[in-house]
């Protein structure tokens, strides 16, 4: 049995997760969290953020990028065909919109939270430690939640290209 559709399964279903996460997220977490006040969206997303760095997390997200990068790494033998270069943009798209804007861009945030010593601010500092982490964060978390989408959907229709 030949391991391209082995890895293009495995990038599937670790693409399809990502995006469920992301998605979530998304649309429940941050809207739900959203109608606390600054103290209480705070806490809570500070505890959230650190709940989510487990083994279990932490290897899906992990193991989606090295699938996503395996896929046109093991359809190279079809270069320069269509096919390829399909595989090679949906590389493209999860790489820098869903990996290089976590790192770039949630990562950062959520250090600045942890970072924080949330007893000790004022109702002020907490208004202004939310107001600079919030909204940029979901801006950042649609990204993903679009590319990570993209990703899984042009994994699927990949499917109808097998074969060329």
């Not at 949630?106 to 208004?127: C, H, T, V």
Request: charged share 10%.
């Amino acid at each position: 049995m030949s391991f391209q559709p082995i890895i293009v399964a495995a990038a599937i279903l670790l693409t399809g997760i990502m995006a469920g996460i992301f998605f979530t997220w998304s649309n429940a977490v941050m809207p739900g969290i959203g109608k606390l006040d600054d103290l209480e969206f705070l806490q809570a997303f500070k505890s959230m953020n650190r709940v989510i760095l487990n083994r279990a997390f932490l290897a899906v997200f992990g193991g989606t990028m090295l699938a996503v990068f395996l896929v046109p790494v093991s359809h190279f033998m079809l270069f320069p065909k269509p096919l390829f270069w399909f595989y090679l943009c949906v590389f493209f798209v999860y790489a820098i919109g869903v990996f290089g804007v976590t790192v770039n861009g949630n990562i950062p945030l959520n250090e600045l939270l942890d970072q924080a010593n949330l007893s000790n601010m004022s109702g002020r500092e907490l208004k202004a430690l939310r107001e600079t982490i919030e909204s940029k964060w979901i801006s950042y978390n649609l990204i993903r939640t679009l590319c990570s989408t993209i990703a899984f959907a042009c994994l699927i229709y990949s499917h109808f290209f097998w074969g060329e």
